[in-house]
Structure formats: structure tokens, C-alpha cells
């Protein structure tokens, strides 16, 4: 009896740290799914950053490898900052790099990292440029 009152205990410490486990495995699932799901930028600021500091944010909380695009803009940028120790980021569109710093330093403070040129290539009158559609003639 003494015997398998131990194997019990024993299971269940084994049980629990299934358990606990599992649990860590839930939450650090949840953590992952909230970063994809919170946004830096919500769609109010990046309109109302178009307007006050010339900058549009192409690409929020991407991969440092999505700026080797050649099918980017020639005027984006490639901008690091922190946010919780964390290194994030983002790909963003301007005519002067003070601009982009004067957006992120406002929203973020002193997080900034770095501001890089991406590998675009287009230029930027016709990147984003849709031509007209042409009617078809009888």
C-alpha cells in the first residue's frame, strides 16, 4: 500500500507537470496570436500620418528580409525600433528620413533604432500607378 501511494504521488507530480506544461504552451500560443493581432499603427494613424508628417507606413511588424523587395518604392525605408524589448519592424514611405523620425519619436519617444533605405526600385510617381481602363470599342 506504502508502494503504490508513492506511484501515486508520483503520477501525480507527473500529471501536473503535464499540465503546467500544456498551460505554458496555451499561453505562449496566445502571446504569439496577440502580436500578429495588435497593431502598432491603427487605421486612423496611418491616415492622419499621410497629412501631418508626409509618411506613409507600408508594412507594419514585418521581417527585416521583406525590405530586399525591388518591387518597393524608391523613397521607402526600413525603420527599427523597440517596443517592450523587442525589436520590431516596419516599412514605411517618405520624402525625408527627419519626417520619419519626427512620426516614430512622437508615437513611440525614444525607441528608435534605426532608419534604412529599402532595395526598391520603383520609382516613386509610378509605383502604386494603376493605368485607366480602356473601353472596348464596338
Known amino acids: 500500500m506504502g508502494k503504490s501511494g508513492i506511484n501515486l504521488n508520483h503520477e501525480e507530480m507527473n500529471l501536473e507537470n503535464k499540465i503546467n506544461r500544456g498551460n505554458m504552451a496555451i499561453e505562449k500560443e496566445k502571446e504569439s496570436d496577440?502580436?500578429?493581432?495588435?497593431?502598432?499603427?491603427?487605421?486612423?494613424?496611418?491616415?492622419?500620418?499621410?497629412?501631418?508628417?508626409?509618411?506613409?507606413?507600408l508594412h507594419q511588424r514585418c521581417k527585416k528580409e521583406d525590405s530586399k523587395n525591388n518591387q518597393l518604392s524608391s523613397d521607402s525605408y526600413l525603420v527599427t525600433y523597440t517596443i517592450d524589448e523587442s525589436t520590431c519592424y516596419d516599412i514605411v514611405r517618405a520624402s525625408k528620413q527627419v519626417n520619419v523620425f519626427d512620426m516614430y519619436y512622437d508615437k513611440f519617444g525614444n525607441c528608435l533604432k534605426s532608419?534604412?533605405?529599402?532595395?526598391?526600385?520603383i520609382s516613386p510617381r509610378l509605383w502604386g500607378y494603376k493605368p485607366p481602363q480602356t473601353k472596348k470599342r464596338k
Open 34 to 57: 496577440k502580436e500578429t493581432i495588435d497593431e502598432v499603427w491603427s487605421n486612423q494613424e496611418r491616415e492622419t500620418s499621410k497629412s501631418l508628417y508626409g509618411c506613409e507606413i
Open 115 to 121: 532608419i534604412e533605405w529599402t532595395n526598391g526600385r
